[in-house]
């Protein structure tokens, strides 16, 4: 039973579409294959012998015309060619049982062998009670071939409808490695029939997921196939060459004169930040958010993909604030996925430091800066990072590419800012222009010094 409907129409929200409704809406005229179904040969009434189980199943299949709660094939998407995993809600809720876990298990395995990016669109309510236990443990199984699926380099988009809520969020949508979801869709661990009687619904949102930093970006239904898309194409092609630091976007006056003239230039409010940078560097470019560990830092870090010159290059880019924990986690999140996939990355430094105030420790901003070193230090794929403005201290270099730093002529890099420099040893305020100059923070100094590679443009 397939609900055919033109490719720029709407995908309503409000109603519950079957999955090859879905399924046809988003993907390329005539190119989804279903995989074939297995056989699984089950006791009557289920492995529980649950009374009436049968009759439920019969009945779900005779109202949706499926044998189970996914459809699972191969289609392009924007002309990429993807694995999708359709959850059919009308089918005793979405729910997973035995036999869902045996199509998941196939179309995860069917992706690795031919090197597929997987893409579930979830719409479910969680296990399956009849099948207790047996269902339950179902999650384990979809979280291995998960696993698998993320160390063989591929990539999973996972796309959440009306509702996703228990294991299958906590599986196929929190698990993946973009998050997208359709407005106000039910979002959650917990149904609307277990959580707390004074639980606030909006809690239980796809957008409150997104403000949480568990979810990428909520995307209206009209643009959910362009959106998808362009991830799965820039999520697909990896390359082995490094990013090229991009051009300097400020006024052409040169290196600077003094220390102090590093770092007036560097605050500049006219001086060009990270978005404008991003913008004149990709063609096009699509964002992540969040730190899956409830946090977000949208003005002080970007991160996400783009398309430079026909390639794909991660970024992660500091936005002149103090960078709040959620912003490390977000950038070491973004570096470890490109370094997964095989796509360069590129940093951008800006900023007076890491937020230091009594939230941003209780938060771990030091555990976040450690986790972004680490991941910077282990990435085997290339990172490129340009200093554009202010590299205040640790919360700076943290996101600095040892050996492949540049930057430009109004930035400055420094141990620590010169006033606090001055602060600490017990100079009055009329030394810290001399200070800055002590502590040879221009880029030509960095250069000298052997802290970064270079400086770019005249």
Same mark, same amino acid.
């Given at each position: 039973?397939?609900?055919?409907? /033109?490719?720029?129409?709407?995908? /309503?929200?409000?109603?519950?579409?079957?999955? @090859?409704?879905?399924?046809?809406?988003?993907?390329?005229?005539?190119?989804?294959?279903?995989?074939?179904?297995?056989?699984? *040969?089950?006791?009557?009434?289920?492995?529980?012998?649950?009374?009436?189980?049968?009759?439920?199943?019969?009945?779900?299949?005779?109202?949706?015309?499926?044998? *189970?709660?996914?459809?699972?094939?191969?289609? @392009?998407?924007?002309?990429?060619?993807?694995?999708?995993?359709?959850?059919?809600?009308?089918?005793?809720?979405?729910?997973?049982?035995?036999?869902?876990?045996?199509?998941?298990?196939?179309?995860?395995?069917?992706?690795?062998?031919?090197?597929?990016?997987?893409?579930?669109?979830?719409?479910?309510?969680?296990?399956?009670? +009849?099948?207790?236990?047996?269902?339950?443990?179902?999650?384990?199984?979809?979280?291995?071939?998960?696993?698998?699926?993320?160390?063989?380099?591929?990539?999973?988009?996972?796309?959440?409808?009306?509702?996703?809520?228990?294991?299958?969020?906590?599986?196929?949508?929190?698990?993946?490695?973009?998050?997208?979801?359709?407005?106000?869709? +039910?979002?959650?661990?917990?149904?609307?029939?277990?959580?707390?009687?004074?639980?606030?619904?909006?809690?239980?949102?796809?957008?409150?997921?997104?403000?949480?930093?568990?979810?990428?970006?909520?995307?209206?239904?009209?643009?959910?196939?362009?959106?998808?898309?362009?991830?799965?194409?820039?999520?697909?092609?990896?390359?082995?060459?490094?990013?090229?630091?991009?051009?300097?976007?400020?006024?052409?006056?040169?290196? /600077?004169?003094?220390?102090?003239?590093?770092?007036?230039?560097?605050?500049?409010?006219?001086? /060009?930040?990270?978005?404008?940078?991003?913008?004149?560097?990709?063609?096009?470019?699509?964002? $992540?958010?969040?730190?899956?560990?409830?946090?977000?830092?949208?003005?002080?870090?970007?991160?996400?993909?783009?398309?430079?010159?026909?390639?794909?290059?991660?970024?992660?880019?500091?936005?002149?604030?103090?960078? @709040?924990?959620?912003?490390?986690?977000?950038?070491?999140?973004?570096?470890?996925?490109?370094? @997964?996939?095989?796509?360069?990355?590129?940093?951008?430094?800006?900023?007076?430091?890491?937020?230091?105030?009594?939230?941003?420790?209780?938060?771990?901003?030091?555990?976040?800066?450690?986790?972004?070193?680490?991941?910077?230090?282990?990435?085997?794929?290339?990172?490129?990072?340009?200093?554009?403005? *202010?590299?205040?201290?640790?919360?700076?270099?943290?996101?600095?590419?040892?050996?492949?730093?540049?930057?430009?002529?109004?930035?400055?890099?420094?141990?620590?800012?010169?006033?606090?420099?001055?602060? $600490?040893?017990?100079?009055?305020?009329?030394?810290?222009?001399?200070?800055?100059? +002590?502590?040879?923070?221009?880029?030509?100094?960095?250069?000298?010094?052997?802290? $970064?590679?270079?400086?770019?443009?005249?």
């Amino acid at each position: 039973m397939t609900e055919r409907r /033109p490719k720029n129409e709407r995908l /309503p929200t409000t109603e519950r579409l079957s999955a @090859r409704a879905v399924v046809d809406a988003l993907t390329d005229d005539a190119t989804f294959t279903e995989l074939p179904g297995t056989i699984r *040969e089950s006791r009557p009434d289920g492995p529980l012998t649950w009374p009436g189980y049968d009759a439920s199943r019969a009945r779900a299949a005779e109202r949706t015309g499926e044998q *189970e709660s996914v459809v699972c094939g191969t289609a @392009r998407v924007g002309g990429t060619r993807a694995v999708l995993i359709a959850f059919e809600f009308g089918f005793l809720g979405g729910s997973l049982g035995e036999r869902t876990g045996d199509r998941l298990e196939a179309a995860y395995t069917y992706a690795r062998e031919h090197r597929l990016p997987v893409v579930p669109l979830v719409a479910t309510g969680g296990s399956r009670m +009849q099948e207790g236990m047996l269902a339950l443990t179902q999650l384990q199984r979809v979280a291995r071939q998960s696993a698998l699926t993320r160390e063989a380099g591929l990539a999973q988009i996972a796309v959440l409808r009306d509702p996703t809520t228990g294991g299958g969020w906590a599986t196929l949508g929190a698990g993946a490695d973009v998050v997208l979801a359709l407005p106000g869709a +039910q979002v959650g661990f917990a149904g609307s029939r277990v959580r707390p009687a004074d639980a606030d619904p909006a809690a239980y949102t796809a957008e409150a997921q997104v403000a949480a930093g568990a979810a990428d970006a909520v995307v209206r239904p009209e643009e959910l196939r362009e959106t998808l898309g362009r991830w799965l194409r820039l999520l697909t092609c990896p390359s082995t060459a490094p990013a090229p630091p991009p051009e300097p976007l400020g006024d052409d006056a040169g290196l /600077p004169a003094t220390g102090w003239d590093a770092v007036r230039r560097a605050r500049s409010p006219r001086r /060009p930040r990270a978005a404008a940078y991003l913008d004149a560097y990709f063609s096009d470019r699509a964002a $992540i958010s969040g730190d899956r560990c409830g946090g977000t830092d949208p003005d002080g870090m970007l991160c996400g993909f783009g398309t430079r010159e026909g390639r794909t290059v991660a970024y992660a880019a500091q936005t002149g604030t103090a960078t @709040r924990p959620a912003g490390y986690r977000t950038a070491a999140r973004l570096i470890r996925l490109a370094d @997964r996939l095989g796509i360069p990355v590129l940093t951008l430094v800006d900023t007076p430091g890491a937020a230091n105030d009594a939230e941003a420790e209780r938060q771990g901003v030091g555990a976040a800066i450690a986790d972004l070193f680490g991941a910077v230090a282990g990435a085997r794929t290339p990172v490129t990072t340009l200093v554009i403005g *202010e590299g205040g201290s640790g919360g700076a270099l943290a996101l600095a590419a040892p050996g492949n730093t540049w930057a430009t002529p109004d930035s400055y890099f420094s141990v620590i800012a010169p006033e606090l420099a001055a602060a $600490i040893l017990k100079r009055p305020p009329r030394e810290v222009e001399a200070t800055a100059d +002590q502590l040879r923070i221009r880029p030509q100094d960095l250069v000298e010094l052997g802290v $970064i590679r270079g400086t770019v443009g005249p």
